[in-house]
């Protein structure tokens, strides 16, 4: 059984050098976690996405990294929060190609793709909490949209 | 397998020159700044050495987000504009997988399995890219 600890964080998110430590920590704690190369990797660029939503449309903030348990399945949490602005319209934002930040749009929408479970809370005016979550040796999430 | 910690390395991306292309080999994790540096010496170095190939390895990258998709692509488009042509080589198929997850086809993008494969592609005459090519369409 390994422990918590290499995947259990607090990691600030405030420059692009956070970004790298963002993604050197989830690649690290998936890795430990028994997650196979191409689900690291899935998760790694899922972090990388909504780390940089975190630093460029919520004018930074955090990443925490858990570790959660189902029955027997150990899978990785990782939850991003900001108290920038927040998301005016979250279905828009969830859609592939809408852009505010002069990305190609495919950051939030896109990240959801690569987890199993994706939760978004967002309040205007006061900041949005992104919550992830993927299970070892799960099937992807199936296709909801076309 | 993960090879772990892979430290950031600050500064410039090292641009090799070989004939008439430009060799770029990026590895492990990448400040964003440095993928913007890259760009802009790229383009600075093409239009005053007259190469006509850039092969951009990344065999050595774990993970390709769509910020560097994105540069990659505008590596891509900016080359064309200065008569040469971009090649990227050797992605990992993790990389590529979790690249259609995310929406990201890149479809102007030309790519080879290695960097000798990218420098027969350079050495051929003139293909159209997959996106900006013609396409032979009957109505």
Redesign the interface.
Same mark, same amino acid.
């Given at each position: 059984m390994h422990t918590d600890a290499g995947v259990e964080a607090r990691l600030p998110i405030r420059s692009?050098?956070d &970004? +790298?430590w963002v993604?050197?920590h989830v690649?690290?704690a998936a890795?430990r976690l028994g997650f196979g &190369? +191409?689900d690291?990797?899935?998760l790694?660029?899922a972090a990388?996405?909504l780390a940089?939503n975190t630093l460029v449309h919520g004018g930074g903030g955090l990443m925490e990294a858990s570790h959660v348990a189902d029955g027997g399945t150990d899978g990785l949490r990782l939850t991003f929060s900001d108290t920038g602005p927040g998301i005016p319209d979250l279905d828009r934002a969830l859609s592939?190609g809408y852009t505010s930040g002069g990305?190609?749009g495919?950051?939030l929408?896109?990240?959801r793709?690569?987890v199993h479970d994706f939760v978004v809370e967002s309040v205007p005016g006061s900041g949005t909490t992104v919550r992830v979550t993927s299970w070892v040796s799960r099937p992807?999430r199936p296709r909801e949209e076309a | 397998m993960s090879e772990g910690f892979s430290r950031p390395v600050a500064g410039h991306v090292p641009v090799l020159r070989l004939g008439d292309v430009l060799l770029v080999t990026l590895q492990g994790d990448l400040y964003d700044s440095m993928a913007h540096q890259l760009q802009q010496d790229l383009s600075e170095t093409i239009s005053r050495s007259r190469v006509t190939g850039v092969v951009i390895d990344i065999s050595g990258v774990e993970m390709v987000d769509s910020f560097l998709g994105r540069v990659l692509a505008e590596i891509a488009a900016q080359t064309e504009l200065l008569a040469a042509r971009t090649v990227v080589a050797g992605m990992r198929p993790a990389v590529a997988i979790t690249l259609v997850e995310l929406g990201l086809t890149l479809p102007g993008l030309r790519t080879a399995l290695t960097t000798e494969a990218a420098m027969e592609l350079l050495a051929q005459p003139i293909v159209p890219s997959r996106a900006g090519g013609v396409r032979e369409e009957s109505p």
């Open positions: 692009d050098m &970004l +790298v993604r050197q690649r690290q890795a &190369l +191409v690291q990797t899935k790694v660029t990388s996405e940089r592939d990305g190609l495919m950051g929408g896109g990240s793709r690569l992807p | -």
